[in-house]
């Protein structure tokens, strides 16, 4: 059974740095797979964040470009998100998310929203 669990939301001013974490546990790294974040706001539709994929190749929303890392250790089988320089427009809850299929590109499109599994989410609150 898989599980993502994720950790490290707070509430920061703007300008400011949090470090999200996504613990995953039965979770295989297969041949095509895409891991990252999204992002969802209050009234507003999920937001594809950042996701890495089997080649090692990165993919950032532009919002987030320059701002937010993502990096995983795959030995503790962690996915991380670094995020710097937060605005409040980052304000939402964030969620890690893994794919189960076999679509090319694996973090092509909405890749959360294609049947794989997803955390609980952790908030992320930036005040101005």
């Known amino acids: 059974q898989v599980q993502l669990v994720e950790s490290g939301g707070g509430s920061v001013q703007a300008g400011g740095s949090l470090r999200l974490s996504c613990a995953a546990s039965?979770?295989?790294?297969?041949?095509?797979?895409?891991l990252g974040w999204f992002r969802q706001a209050p009234g507003k539709e999920r937001e594809g964040v950042a996701a890495i994929d089997a080649r090692a190749t990165y993919s950032y929303a532009d919002s987030v470009k320059g701002r937010f890392t993502i990096y995983q250790d795959k030995a503790k089988n962690t996915l991380y998100l670094q995020m710097s320089s937060l605005k409040p427009e980052d304000t939402a809850m964030y969620y890690c998310?893994?794919?189960?299929?076999?679509?090319?590109?694996?973090?092509?499109?909405?890749?959360?929203?294609?049947?794989?599994?997803w955390g609980q989410g952790t908030q992320v609150t930036v005040s101005s």
């Open positions: 039965g979770y295989t790294y297969y041949s095509r797979y895409c």
């Open positions: 998310a893994a794919t189960s299929d076999y679509a090319w590109p694996p973090c092509g499109g909405n890749w959360f929203d294609r049947g794989g599994y």
